[in-house]
């Protein structure tokens, strides 16, 4: 009952909106999960900069220790006899005594106002340790080391809210340590700042500052350089005297110091990691376990002096999935479906409706058909009988034979009707038939003015008939006298008042043209290819006294055209003039074979 | 060893240094009798004892000098110090089954045998660590247990941040009059932070400043005695080695037996010889050396336990009939029961003479035990080093020499001491090949551990 492209044009209807609405949710959803990303990570890094805060603290609170207890005062300062170093005995067992009892220290130094190191010594009298000491230290001391301005930690960095640096000032690179790059060979000091990796020989910096020279633009500060088992640091503080005071620090007790400060849990599903400069983790918490090779969604760097250091975070699939897939996306996809359906139920809608109009419009003509068919046989009856009565008829009864052609006209009129009825139904189910045979046109046309003859008369519709056409032609009679009855009724029903009707038939190279025309009020322009659709009328008012069924022209172009030919409205003068148009065959015999 | 003896030998000095330190110690109350405090009080026992107190005339010579400290016996009625211990249990997932089981029960142990006064705090670590039960006092038993109960193994094992969770707990309460101490039981190796034996030896050290010692448990076969033995070496606490679940109870209370026995903390010790006279280096202990003085800390003393350093010292030659201030040693120390700073000291004189019989004769048999049984222990030391090169032939022979070594001088001192260890160099021998080495290795390490740190288990 669908044709096919009905179907296409359902599925149009619904398809078209629902992929429209799909990919506008999955822009949506895009552009919701890449702000969703920005702010999961801006939360990871507030987490971050929260820890690093905390390790900031620690390293502020180990800063003020060492400033106020450790290196708060020169020992014993003029005090007794000085050695060749130029310390005291006192002084030196002052500065051992602090060593060993520091946890944070491990070993301390003392430059002289020279930059020179006073202690510890280099003589018998120095242990093992301290010795050590000098040996990975000697870059610094020799002043090949190249430092910058390294911070003051109370006093400038302080002030600039140390431990809540803002993310651009976290990237910048901190200036304020030492360049000594890790010496490719342990224990070889002459290699330390002359041989730095990844720069040519020729660039070799500048004879390093002196920390002595550090200390004229600040009162304290860190120095970091790697050696061995990593980074080392280094706190000293310019003393009253001019001298410089310092510490080494113990890096694992530093970094178990910090470790008691950080959380050991508190973070829902994730993982971060404290790692050194070479990215192994010195600290982690969390419960999640991530994959080697995962790569952390957020990082930041701890704050100087561990600006080697890293702080990571991990995140569980289920956490980023309990972030992401919020309300957001389950919304758009329920939306999505929501709008689907509604186009599918109006679709269905639609079709079904369609689908009874169709039914009942098939099952109306269906009716009509069968009415006409039932009306045909009494029709012919009632046809054939009133002709008998009027070849009967004696001449003298005029009265009756008047009222006699009536009955015979209407009945004939009522034929055509049916007839029209039934081609315009068997036509629609491809059921038409044509029997071809060699006619005359002019016999046609004769038969059916005769036909017509009573009602033109009635109407006082003058008629000229100028029969030009002498060749056959191959067609159906009945077919085109129906075409020709049509046409003739049409100026009947709405051309009297032009009172004119002329046919003409003629024969020119390859068709014969039977031309029908009037002096009626003519078809206007936009009527005239329309008037050939099926159930067209110019006009709709029954006001207007005309009737009819609007098929008539239609079944005549379609008789036409099945003909071989074709029905045309051409230009005119006056009126309106139809032309219909049948091609001459040469051979014939092909056709025409009747069944 | 013969305790009358040495106190016998002990210099009269120490007495005035002990009266004069005291003095300036003591509350104002007490100021009137300095005699009376130091006869009330108990105190430590310093000895300063040479190898050979008659040396041979005339020549430079090598020689041990032995400082041993030993904790008084406390007092029936006295109160004990109170405890502030950290117990930082290894969760990995090896430790599955038995060995948690009974590592919980070791640590429900420990908790009953602690006091209302006592301080605890219970970190484990797995691939993360986590402070179980945040320092708190021992009042509410029944929930710790309950706590300590349910845990589960599980992961890895983060050994750094678990000990410095076990510092930090400890920290927050940290009082000279309070035994600071961390008991970290673990299985395996560390694989998280710093994991290095130097790294947790330098930790030890910087635990030990602060009067934290870090006993370490080593149970089974898996976890690395290198680590363990530093780190609980220089923050001078107790190193155990179990090698099944069995024995951890076992060795918690020999632990807490320690624990609970503190009568002296934050020992120091200093020693300045003679003109002339050179220490060389500590025998069984690191020590600090500055010329002619060298000095080393102890964390802590046991009740009734000797502990002592062995100096190698260089003796320039010296005339017969001479006699030498051979050394002066000067201790200072945190008495547990006063609470106060206590002080002493003593002094060793050697005589020289040119009679070797007469120098024989008169050997400290004390001090030479120790001095051998110090060096066989660093032999034994040298053997797993060359194992770990590969070396196992040259390892073999070290052991076996050791052994006969020790046999010898075990006959000639009649010491049973060193005929044990000799046949206990033997079984090392034995089994520096094959499967057994991981085992034995532990087993070496834990009496090298015992012989150099004095540890009365």
């Known amino acids: 009952m669908l044709h096919p492209r009905q179907i296409i044009l359902f599925l149009l209807i619904v398809l078209t909106p629902l992929g429209l609405a799909a990919w506008l949710g999955l822009k949506v959803a895009r552009d919701e999960q890449a702000t969703g990303q920005h702010q999961f990570q801006a939360l990871l890094q507030g987490r971050l900069r929260d820890v690093d805060s905390i390790i900031a603290r620690t390293i502020h609170d180990v800063e003020r220790h060492l400033v106020d207890k450790v290196l708060s005062r020169e020992p014993g300062h003029g005090a007794a006899p000085q050695d060749q170093s130029g310390m005291a005995a006192e002084q030196i067992e002052f500065l051992r005594a602090l060593r060993r009892k520091e946890p944070l220290v491990r070993e301390i130094f003392m430059l002289d106002t020279q930059g020179r190191l006073l202690f510890p010594p280099e003589d018998a009298s120095a242990s093992a340790e301290e010795l050590a000491f000098r040996a990975r230290t000697a870059a610094i001391w020799r002043g090949d080391a190249v430092l910058y301005g390294v911070p003051a930690p109370e006093s400038a960095a302080l002030a600039q809210g140390r431990g809540l640096p803002d993310e651009g000032a976290v990237e910048s690179p901190v200036p304020g340590h030492s360049r000594i790059p890790e010496p490719p060979i342990q224990g070889v000091e002459d290699a330390q700042g002359a041989n730095l990796p990844g720069a040519p020989p020729d660039a070799r910096p500048p004879r390093g500052d002196s920390i002595l020279a550090l200390a004229r633009t600040q009162p304290h500060g860190w120095i970091t350089w790697y050696w061995e088992e990593g980074l080392h640091l280094l706190f000293w503080r310019r003393m009253d005297t001019g001298r410089v005071m310092g510490v080494e620090i113990e890096r694992v007790a530093l970094l178990s110091r910090i470790v008691g400060k950080l959380p050991a849990s508190g973070i829902d599903e994730g993982r971060v990691v404290l790692t050194d400069a070479s990215g192994h983790a010195l600290h982690q918490w969390g419960p999640y376990e991530p994959a080697t090779g995962e790569e952390p969604l957020a990082s930041t760097p701890v704050s100087e002096p561990l600006h080697t250091w890293r702080i990571q975070h991990f995140v569980s699939p289920a956490q980023k999935q309990a972030f992401f897939a919020n309300t957001l996306r389950m919304n758009l996809l329920v939306g999505f479906l929501a709008v689907a359906l509604s186009l599918m139920a109006m679709a269905l809608w639609f079709y079904r409706d369609y689908a009874r109009r169709m039914r009942d419009a098939a099952e109306r003509v269906s009716f009509v058909t069968r009415v006409s068919h039932e009306l045909k046989t009494p029709l012919t009856n009632i046809r054939l009988y009133a002709e008998l009565i009027d070849n009967e008829l004696l001449d003298e009864d005029d009265r009756a034979r008047r009222r006699l052609s009536v009955i015979i006209a209407e009945s004939q009129r009522l034929t055509r009707l049916i007839n029209n009825i039934l081609t315009f139904s068997k036509q629609h189910r491809a059921k038409l038939d044509l029997h071809k045979t060699a006619i005359q046109v002019n016999e046609v046309v004769e038969s059916v003015l005769a036909q017509f003859a009573p009602a033109l008369e009635a109407k006082g519709i003058k008629t000229s008939f100028t029969a030009g056409a002498g060749e056959p032609v191959q067609a159906d009679s009945d077919a085109i006298g129906q075409i020709v009855a049509n046409l003739v009724s049409n100026v009947e029903k709405y051309a009297a008042s032009g009172a004119f009707l002329h046919i003409t038939t003629l024969d020119d190279e390859s068709q014969t043209v039977v031309r029908v025309a009037d002096r009626g009020p003519g078809i206007a322009p936009p009527h005239q290819e329309k008037i050939f659709r099926p159930f067209y009328r110019v006009s709709d008012k029954l006001a207007d006294g005309v009737t009819g069924t609007g098929i008539g022209l239609a079944i005549a172009r379609e008789l036409a055209r099945m003909s071989g030919g074709d029905l045309v409205l051409v230009p005119a003068d006056q009126g309106a003039c139809f032309e219909l148009r049948l091609p001459r065959r040469k051979e014939q015999g092909h056709e025409g074979a009747r069944s | 060893m013969n305790m009358s003896q040495h106190r016998a030998k002990r210099a009269s000095i120490a007495t005035s240094l002990l009266a004069l330190c005291v003095s300036s110690f003591v509350t104002p109350a007490m100021a009137g009798g300095p005699a009376d405090v130091a006869t009330k009080d108990p105190e430590i026992i310093v000895d300063i004892e040479a190898g050979e107190p008659i040396m041979l005339a005339g020549k430079n010579q090598k020689t041990y000098v032995k400082i041993s400290l030993t904790g008084f016996d406390l007092p029936k009625k006295a109160k004990r110090p109170a405890v502030n211990l950290a117990l930082v249990l290894d969760r990995s997932s090896s430790m599955s089954g038995d060995p948690f089981e009974k590592a919980k029960q070791a640590a429900i142990m420990v908790l009953d045998?602690?006091?209302?006064?006592?301080?605890?705090?219970?970190?484990?670590?797995?691939?993360?660590?986590?402070?179980?039960?945040?320092?708190?006092?021992?009042?509410?038993?029944?929930?710790?247990?309950?706590?300590?109960?349910?845990?589960?193994?599980?992961?890895?094992?983060?050994?750094?941040?678990?000990?410095?969770?076990?510092?930090?707990?400890?920290?927050?309460?940290?009082?000279?009059?309070?035994?600071?101490?961390?008991?970290?039981?673990?299985?395996?190796?560390?694989?998280?932070?710093?994991?290095?034996?130097?790294?947790?030896?330098?930790?030890?050290?910087?635990?030990?400043?602060?009067?934290?010692?870090?006993?370490?448990?080593?149970?089974?076969?898996?976890?690395?005695?290198?680590?363990?033995?530093?780190?609980?070496?220089?923050?001078?606490?107790?190193?155990?080695?179990?090698?099944?679940?069995?024995?951890?109870?076992?060795?918690?209370?020999?632990?807490?037996?320690?624990?609970?026995?503190?009568?002296?903390?934050?020992?120091?010790?200093?020693?300045?010889?003679?003109?002339?006279?050179?220490?060389?280096?500590?025998?069984?202990?690191?020590?600090?050396?500055?010329?002619?003085?060298?000095?080393?800390?102890?964390?802590?003393?046991?009740?009734?336990?000797?502990?002592?350093?062995?100096?190698?010292?260089?003796?320039?030659?010296?005339?017969?009939?001479?006699?030498?201030?051979?050394?002066?040693?000067?201790?200072?120390?945190?008495?547990?029961?006063?609470?106060?700073?206590?002080?002493?000291?003593?002094?060793?004189?050697?005589?020289?003479?040119?009679?070797?019989?007469?120098?024989?004769?008169?050997?400290?048999?004390?001090?030479?035990?120790?001095?051998?049984?110090?060096?066989?222990?660093?032999?034994?030391?040298?053997?797993?080093?060359?194992?770990?090169?590969?070396?196992?032939?040259?390892?073999?022979?070290?052991?076996?020499?050791?052994?006969?070594?020790?046999?010898?001088?075990?006959?000639?001192?009649?010491?049973?001491?060193?005929?044990?260890?000799?046949?206990?160099?033997?079984?090392?021998?034995?089994?520096?090949?094959?499967?057994?080495?991981?085992?034995?290795?532990?087993?070496?390490?834990?009496?090298?551990?015992?012989?150099?740190?004095?540890?009365?288990?």
């Open chain 2, 113 to 457: 045998r602690l006091g209302p006064d006592d301080i605890i705090s219970i970190i484990t670590y797995d691939s993360t660590a986590e402070v179980l039960v945040p320092a708190t006092r021992v009042t509410n038993r029944d929930a710790l247990r309950e706590l300590i109960t349910s845990l589960h193994p599980r992961g890895s094992t983060a050994l750094f941040s678990g000990v410095s969770y076990g510092i930090e707990e400890v920290s927050k309460f940290l009082e000279s009059q309070r035994v600071n101490r961390v008991i970290l039981l673990s299985d395996g190796q560390a694989n998280v932070g710093p994991s290095s034996p130097n790294e947790l030896g330098r930790l030890g050290e910087a635990a030990g400043k602060q009067g934290i010692a870090i006993t370490t448990i080593g149970l089974g076969l898996g976890y690395n005695e290198d680590l363990m033995t530093q780190l609980a070496m220089r923050s001078d606490g107790n190193h155990g080695f179990a090698e099944n679940a069995d024995q951890l109870a076992t060795i918690f209370n020999y632990e807490l037996g320690d624990v609970l026995s503190v009568v002296a903390q934050d020992v120091t010790i200093e020693i300045e010889f003679d003109e002339g006279v050179r220490p060389v280096r500590g025998l069984n202990r690191d020590i600090e050396i500055h010329g002619r003085k060298a000095m080393f800390s102890l964390n802590q003393l046991y009740s009734k336990q000797e502990k002592y350093v062995l100096i190698e010292v260089d003796v320039p030659a010296t005339l017969a009939g001479k006699k030498r201030d051979l050394a002066r040693v000067a201790v200072g120390y945190d008495h547990m029961l006063t609470g106060k700073h206590h002080k002493l000291g003593d002094a060793l004189q050697v005589s020289f003479s040119g009679s070797a019989q007469d120098v024989a004769r008169n050997e400290n048999r004390g001090v030479m035990v120790a001095a051998i049984e110090a060096t066989a222990a660093e032999r034994n030391r040298q053997a797993i080093a060359l194992r770990d090169q590969g070396k196992i032939d040259q390892a073999e022979k070290v052991l076996r020499d050791n052994a006969r070594e020790l046999e010898r001088q075990g006959k000639k001192y009649r010491s049973d001491r060193l005929q044990k260890y000799s046949e206990a160099n033997e079984v090392d021998a034995e089994n520096v090949r094959g499967d057994n080495w991981n085992r034995q290795r532990k087993a070496m390490r834990k009496s090298q551990y015992q012989i150099q740190m004095n540890q009365a288990y």
